[in-house]
């Protein structure tokens, strides 16, 4: 059972780390809070 959640977890990151990119290239590097 943990296989598909590490998988997904693993899509999730990607997806969140492209965004995350994607914003930067926008708005430049301080665009981006961590809470």
């Known amino acids: 059972m ?3 959640v590490k998988a997904l977890n693993t899509e999730k990151a990607k997806a969140l ?3 995350l990119s994607q914003i930067e290239k926008q ?3 301080g665009s981006i ?3």
């Open 33 to 35: 809070m961590r809470l």
């Open 2 to 4: 943990d296989a598909p």
């Open 17 to 19: 780390q492209a965004a």
């Open 27 to 29: 708005f430049g590097k």
